[in-house]
């Protein structure tokens, strides 16, 4: 054999593609054009004695007989003229050189020939998973999909534990928009894993582990949210926390797929260092307490009015109608609790101090940050209370133009308005740089569009609401 036609290869190695072909079956000798998919070829033999062989990647059979092969090729110069050409590119999907092997390392022209080989291997040992799942593989990849399913459900009825065969389901659930079936088969999957489910080979679990964590970013909105929202603590379960936290994480994507892959294959439910949304972040320890440090121009309406400044918040100007109303954004009233007074605000910018760097792991919320996400999202509380929940998808925006322009135009409305003030207050009663303060407002808009699974969900106050109140 030549050492060009050495390549080894399953149908999942191979590009689909849809090629018709006109052949002879060998068992009746009846010639028709079938689908043959990708065309495969090799060598036998040296020199003058080597002889080509052929071998196809689509499922079908003889459609007189019934037979799965083997098959002689009718359209002799159609395959040479084809070879020809991928070897003139250098790469043609239509045609390879490769041979098709199982697992046990035995060939086959077709995947029907490959079928009644595993199919005569099972009727041999009907209890082996194993042989179950192999025959879903080579059917899922020879586009028999429906048939696939059948083995692999097969094969979990023999062995629950079988992962590379409920991870396979699992893809045709979320291929299917299969939503019951995808949360089942999403749950019992991470399950399995975490609890030390292996294949045979370590390349392919962690293939799959890293692929499940995969897909599960990319879940369907209407599946995520039935994660994102966690049952009573003593009910959720190892596989529903590293889904919630999973899905929760923030930071380079590469990175988190890695790690998840990891905590998988090491039983691990949550990160080392949990990513959660700020609303989760309990400031327990008053050492974790930013310290008050008021910009002069608030100190003097704070002394002028006796104001307790660790009770500081911004009082919603409302209409009669009973809608908030932010007749100009600069005057902010601030109320104790008790007294009220209004402070005069030009502007964000002018209230940055310092040229303070974030820190690098402002997406794990440090403990010394609690504060200013507090400071921010208990006025989002606020809002709600009065003007019904905001959706996530005004949120983000407003964010996002805090972070962007500061001091840019009010053009989101009167949340937008009543936000700008409560991060007035926030750098007006803390020592913030504008590094800092961009990086938190990048947070907070980080963390709404987490929330963000449907054309209008309000899953983002929920969460405050259920975690602050």
């Known amino acids: 054999m030549n050492q060009q036609f050495k390549r080894r290869a399953t149908l999942d190695d191979l590009p689909r593609v849809s090629q018709k072909l006109k052949l002879v079956c060998e068992g009746c000798g009846q010639q028709r054009a079938y689908d043959v998919g990708t065309i495969l070829y090799r060598t036998e033999g040296e020199g003058k004695s080597a002889a080509m062989q052929y071998a196809f990647s689509s499922y079908f059979r003889c459609r007189d007989c019934g037979a799965a092969g083997p098959w002689k090729i009718a359209d002799n110069w159609r395959v040479f003229a084809l070879a020809l050409a991928a070897a003139a590119t250098g790469s043609d999907k239509r045609i390879v050189a490769a041979t098709p092997v199982l697992f046990d390392g035995t060939t086959h022209q077709s995947p029907a020939m490959g079928e009644e080989h595993l199919l005569h291997l099972i009727q041999k040992d009907p209890r082996n998973a194993f042989l179950h799942t192999r025959l879903g593989n080579l059917l899922r990849g020879s586009g028999e999909g429906a048939r696939a399913v059948e083995w692999y459900e097969q094969a979990l009825a023999l062995d629950p534990g079988d992962i590379e065969a409920r991870y396979n389901l699992f893809c045709f659930a979320i291929d299917d928009s299969d939503g019951p079936a995808a949360l089942q088969l999403t749950r019992l999957l991470v399950h399995h894993l975490l609890d030390g489910r292996r294949t045979n080979k370590d390349d392919l679990t962690k293939g799959i582990a890293y692929s499940a964590a995969e897909t599960l970013r990319q879940l369907p909105l209407d599946i995520r949210a039935e994660f994102l929202v966690p049952p009573e603590a003593a009910a959720e379960t190892p596989d529903g926390i590293f889904i919630r936290t999973l899905l929760e994480?923030?930071?380079?994507?590469?990175?988190?797929?890695?790690?998840?892959?990891?905590?998988?294959?090491?039983?691990?439910?949550?990160?080392?260092?949990?990513?959660?949304?700020?609303?989760?972040?309990?400031?327990?320890?008053?050492?974790?307490?930013?310290?008050?440090?008021?910009?002069?121009?608030?100190?003097?309406?704070?002394?002028?009015?006796?104001?307790?400044?660790?009770?500081?918040?911004?009082?919603?100007?409302?209409?009669d109608r009973g809608y908030i109303y932010v007749q100009d954004r600069h005057l902010v009233y601030l109320t104790d609790g008790e007294e009220t007074a209004v402070w005069h605000v030009p502007s964000l910018r002018a209230l940055f101090r310092g040229n303070k760097s974030p820190p690098p792991d402002i997406d794990h919320y440090p403990p010394e940050y609690a504060g200013y996400f507090f400071s921010m999202e208990k006025h989002v509380l606020a809002v709600c209370e009065a003007q019904g929940d905001r959706t996530d998808q005004e949120m983000e925006p407003i964010y996002s133009a805090l972070r962007r322009?500061?001091?840019?135009?009010?053009?989101?409305?009167?949340?937008?308005?009543?936000?700008?003030?409560?991060?007035?207050?926030?750098?007006?009663?803390?020592?913030?740089?504008?590094?800092?303060?961009?990086?938190?407002?990048?947070?907070?808009e980080r963390s709404v569009r987490s929330w963000a699974l449907r054309p209008i969900s309000r899953n983002y106050v929920h969460y405050l609401r259920k975690n602050l109140l």
Not at 300 to 314: F, H, I, M, T, Y
Not at 410 to 423: E, K, M, R, V
């Open 249 to 319: 994480q923030c930071g380079e994507e590469a990175d988190i797929l890695h790690d998840a892959a990891d905590r998988l294959l090491n039983g691990q439910p949550v990160p080392a260092q949990t990513l959660v949304p700020s609303a989760e972040m309990e400031i327990d320890d008053e050492d974790d307490e930013p310290a008050l440090d008021l910009v002069p121009s608030l100190r003097e309406v704070v002394k002028q009015k006796g104001l307790d400044a660790r009770n500081l918040s911004v009082a919603l100007e409302m209409d």
């Open 405 to 444: 322009w500061p001091d840019g135009k009010s053009f989101l409305g009167p949340t937008h308005d009543s936000l700008w003030q409560a991060a007035a207050l926030t750098l007006g009663t803390h020592v913030l740089s504008p590094a800092e303060f961009q990086a938190i407002m990048s947070r907070l």
